[in-house]
T-cell receptor, first 114, second 114 residues
């Protein structure tokens, strides 16, 4: 069975600090896809990144970076030099290649304090 | 601009009433999904449809019904059988067989039972 665990329910950091959101997943498939979504206070989920199981290269996009490690079944998300606008709920998600559905973790609520 | 429109943004229901949440997309996506979000619970799948006139139950379908008469539309009815309907409801869509690229989400409907 597939599962996504985000152990951090809520995190608060001061602006300009770096913060890492953890994500651990479980799947029996060798081909799968991992995602991160951001949910700002407005409610809509915004797609941030997709990573397939064959690509373990880390990804960097501006202040955002993602560390995918198959050996530990983790797909962690780091925000560098955090800003107040980064305050949101962040969801990690998993989709197996044979399935059209995406399974979401319970989310991590991130507070960036000015 | 292409996207998903959910309406209304806020909805109030009296106990014992059925209510219907609207979801319309102009992305030409084949598959559509309904998720329910409760505080601390992440997103849970209610129903999904991969093609017109066909749909499948998700993990928490009891007390809900859907229809898919048009490709663009996937309305969700919350029936009186749903004992705890107060939640945030999100509609999503994707191209058929492309789950691995991730969903596009609507902005959600917040339903409150009064």
């Amino acid at each position: 069975a597939q599962k996504v665990t985000q152990a951090q329910t809520e995190i608060s950091v001061v602006e300009k600090e770096d913060v890492t959101l953890d994500c651990v997943y479980e799947t029996r498939d060798t081909t799968y896809y991992l995602f991160w979504y951001k949910q700002p206070p407005s409610g809509e989920l915004v797609f941030l990144i997709r990573r397939n199981s064959f690509d373990e290269q880390n990804e960097i996009s501006g202040r955002y970076s993602w560390n995918f490690q198959k050996s530990t079944s983790s797909f962690n998300f780091t925000i560098t030099a955090s800003q107040v606008v980064d305050s949101a709920v962040y969801f990690c998600a998993l989709s197996e290649a044979r399935d059209d559905k995406i399974i979401f973790g319970k989310g991590t609520r991130l507070h960036i304090l000015p | 601009d292409g996207g998903i429109t959910q309406s209304p943004k806020y909805l109030f229901r009296k106990e014992g009433q059925n209510v219907t949440l609207s979801c319309e997309q102009n992305l030409n996506h084949d598959a559509m999904y309904w998720y329910r979000q409760d505080p601390g619970q992440g997103l849970r799948l209610i129903y999904y449809s991969q093609i017109v006139n066909d749909f499948q139950k998700g993990d928490i379908a009891e007390g809900y019904s859907v229809s898919r008469e048009k490709k663009e539309s996937f309305p969700l009815t919350v029936t009186s059988a749903q004992k705890n309907p107060t939640a945030f409801y999100l509609c999503a869509s994707q191209t058929q067989g492309k789950a691995n690229y991730g969903y596009t989400f609507g902005s959600g409907t917040r339903l409150t039972v009064v």
